[in-house]
């Protein structure tokens, strides 16, 4: 097909749109892609809708190709599904809610994991209906707080939704392990630089989960990955390797002693080394034991104090925190709270009045370093005094331990002997979970087994988002003068520009587009009689079509120049053999 | 491709779902096309999603044909471009509202004309870059006093809505007609039978319209064909051909008479033939004058009485009615509000107290046959009297006209002269709309012309739904055992049985649908080994796949049998020729 940038609808920017805070969305908007009908909310035009179809059309046939069959949902939905679930509540503001003419409840679908549960249970009673694959390609819906960067963080999107059925963790583990390769696949082909992570299942509730994220330094999530092996984890799924337990015969009481005036970590450790000089080394921010208050926000409204206690060369990561306790919220304590636990001595805080059984009654969490036999200085739980050599596992015994420290670049890895972690940004574009039982269980979809007894159906959730990938790809393939598509999913495989005022250059381009045409290769040409050479050379720049041809001064000696988009590598080729070179360098 | 039906995410039910009203959705839901999600909102399984595609497919080719563009609107809206066109307030409970977690208001979009004239507006300013057309296939919403009929009235549903941009009305012509010839170009690649019909423009204001409709008893339009040319329309479209006026010199002057306890048009006849007999021809309901109370709701929820004039064999059709006074609602007036306009007497009242001018005020329109020099009996405005000998133009002057009367079998045509109407029923599938400025109006699109003055655009919209396509072509097409698709949109092109227990009937019919899948055949294939040829002849019959080949007993005498789901013909066929004899069938 020839698209004529004479009739395509569509207007290049010169200037950044002043909401426009990432690059991707910045020429996505400039180049005509996408045009911002509310905050959150894009209207695709002709150029940004055949990049979402492109990406649409290849996850499709990956989903195919393992025997994942399409169905659609409708967006809005009756609200007792997520009830019975308890999502309804769960998803707090982050849902769009409405009523009908008859008051009833619906919800604008976020995702469709009750959906899709009810659906088969509707439809299939046996292990024999069993693996089943099903999923859609359809709009979805969060009221995002902050929708941002453009097609990044949207509140309308589209998304590929699966979903697989089976009756044991065998057959979970085949049905994810087919997605994810099918997953690789559509990567591979989308032609962008991805890593898999490791990932937090969140809200979704289940066990195993890996991300699949867009290489981009302006994305939301932090990753790290191993300088040694292969491991790679979203930092909220980093898993501190724990220490073995260290005997403590031989540890001296624990002993409380005055430490006036240090109630910061660095505080502490400067009168330590002044007051309690030790012979071997100086004491660190590593050997206190810092114990540090928030507060659990729970989807009901009520709220729960929490204590984390970690080495003191740490900080609470409140990301990484939360995505240990989704679906609830976590808020750092606030003064006013604190001082609704009167056994709480604000800087001095020690694990003595923590832990479910201790005075407080708070619920006590630490850091997985923290383990029986190491020992600690921490607050004494009077003001100006804190207690040296309190052995974990002797002293104190928290109520279990959490990832909530944050997670450095040089930290040991947690899966080899000589790694080291460093860390990097991405954009989140599909995620793979095992899901496991639980929405089977609230919905209560069961089939006969072999042996004619009921079992709960085990389920897991493949997810890759479209719009968003239009967006992240961008982000991982642009330059400094525009947008520069892989060629598996750019609007159009060549860009032809005829540039001069001859009427043979308009008349060659027409026959080269049309010869491109009949070839099955999609043309964006260039026909605007009246704009000149250097705006024609801009647009493409900002377009990003892979391949550019410009049909212009040249001819007269029978030559048109191809340009690689990316390369910027000209190659001056006969207008006779024009159309043949440039198939071979579609079709690679 | 190939499905198998024994892994196809799908379940044939042999009865009848409970809200089922009519074939197409008995059926769709009994072939497992769609499930019920909640009221007017359905779940697409994996036969209807295949139908749906074809549909979109066959549309989206020949928009692009016509050099449409296809973008891309969110389905939730912003409230103020509905606002600033006052359809904010006219959709009054028909359109979902909700507002977001910032408390702005939103709906889900029901059409999208504010929407597009925005767009062009932001992009476009010139002359030169019209004439546009841009179209979008899109999930839209209603939400319906009454879903019905499965996905023939549903809340969620999806439509090609295009809308057409020009400087001008001949512009808007040409656009107008480009659209029509594409709607037929689709309507004929469907396969089923359908007529289009002059349409009301209803609340889109504008002027031309014209429906498409499938034929289809149980449809909710009514509409009319002359006997003799090819005069059609909807029959809230119909305009009655008007009578020439006629000279009332010599008639007499209007006098009152007593008619006692004749409430009715038929005590009232029955009355004069009695007591004021004519001597050429009994008098007829046709000759009395019946004044009908209505009330107009306006979207901001104000009441306007209205009275209609029109011949006493004639009802008020209130749809018809509705259709000229969108997006005002029409009911009948009750008792209690009649009460409160004390200038009306109930069963006699007459135009004398009626119109703008008269009395009460109350606006006065007639039926288009109640032209100058016509004479009638009416009411006299006091109780137990009509007026006889009353002459429109001499004795009354109404505000105007309106087509407020039934239209009946054997009415004259009102295009040719010796045609009578004939009236049946029809599922609307399409719509296309000469909107005119209305909406460039209000919301301001103005390009400059060719001499630099700003001109306000010209618009057409252009809509079908492919969602209730799917349903008014299955309503169109079906018979007494299933559904029978037209071989453009079925969801397979051969449906292949394999019948009885031979693994060589498996091979053979396994090979069948491999030959067939390479040659580009969409095959489902009934592969499932414990199943009955009943059962699997049934199934075929209700899916309603054109071609359905049967690999059974004949095999052994190297037979397979081809049957022709419309036409039932059987035919034989060596197995060895089966694969051409069925692309020779599915090609044409």
Redesign the interface.
Known sequence: ?ISRMS?????TLREDPADAEVPSHRLLVRA?YI?R??PG??????LG?RV?RRIETIIREEM?AI?A??????????REPYEATNRWTEYG?NI???K??KDAD?L?GPTHEE?FTL?VK???SSYKDLP?S?YQIQ?K?R?E?RPRAGLLRG??FTMKDSYSFDVDDAGLDASYQAHREAYIRIFDRLGFEYVIVKATSGAMGGSRSEEFLAKAEVGEDTYVRCTNCDYAANVEAVEVRAPEALPYDDAPAAHAEPTPDTPTIATLVDHLNEAYPRSDRPWEAGDTLKNVLVVLLHPDGTKEPLAIGLPGDREVDLKRLGGQLEPLEVEPMDDDELRKHPDLVKGYIGPEVLGTEGKSGIRFLVDPRVVTGTRWVTGANVDGSHVIDLVAGRDFTPDGTIEAADVRDGDPCPRCEDGTLESARGIEMGHIFQLGRKYAEALDLKVLDENGKLVTVTMGSYGIGPSRGVAAIAENTLDEIGLCWPRNVAPYDVHVLATGKDDAIYDAAERLAADLDRQGVAVLYDDRPKVSPGVKFKDAELIGVPTIVTVGRGLADGLVEVKDRRSGERTEVAVADAAAHLIGVVRG
């Open positions: 097909m009739t395509l609808f569509v207007r005509g045009r009908t509310a909310m894009y209207t695709w035009l002709p809708l979402l195919d025997g069959q399409e169905v659609s949902f409708p967006a809005l939905l009756p503001p769009f809610r409405l009908d003419r619906y604008l959906m659906l509707d439809l299939y089943l099903i709009t819906y009221d707080a509140r309308e």
